[in-house]
């Protein structure tokens, strides 16, 4: 069974670059037809799609996130991992990573999410 772990740090500072990753056991993140996300929720906000990366390595992001963020992955790790630039206190939330499969929604699979705190 797909288990997905988020990890980073819990408060970043403002201006500065946050950097999430997500450790995948149990399947291979360079599985056909599988592709692997990052979500937040702000609080009091609803999910908000971030970036994707496709089993073949293509990237995809949401247009109010392109200008700064950043997905990659280190496939001998079966590691992706989420750069979030210039962060601004808007940016708290709850993180989580998730793996879709061709129909995208819902996920199949959700990281237990992690809190980061943006404050001076």
């Known amino acids: 069974q797909v288990q997905l772990q988020e990890s980073g740090p819990g408060l970043v500072r403002p201006s500065q670059t946050l950097s999430l990753t997500c450790t995948v056991s149990?399947?291979?993140?360079?599985?056909?037809?599988?592709?692997w996300a990052w979500i937040r929720r702000p609080p009091g906000k609803g999910l908000e799609w971030m970036a994707s990366?496709?089993?073949?390595?293509?990237?995809s992001y949401s247009p109010s996130f392109k200008s700064r963020t950043s997905i990659s992955r280190d496939t001998s790790k079966n590691q992706f991992t989420v750069q979030l630039s210039a962060v601004t206190p808007e940016d708290t939330a709850v993180y989580y990573c998730?793996?879709?499969?061709?129909?995208?929604?819902?996920?199949?699979?959700w990281g237990q999410g992690t809190q980061v705190t943006v404050s001076s």
């Open positions: 998730v793996q879709v499969g061709a129909g995208w929604s819902p996920p199949n699979y």
């Open positions: 990366i496709a089993f073949r390595g293509t990237t």
């Open positions: 149990g399947g291979s993140i360079t599985t056909t037809n599988c592709y």
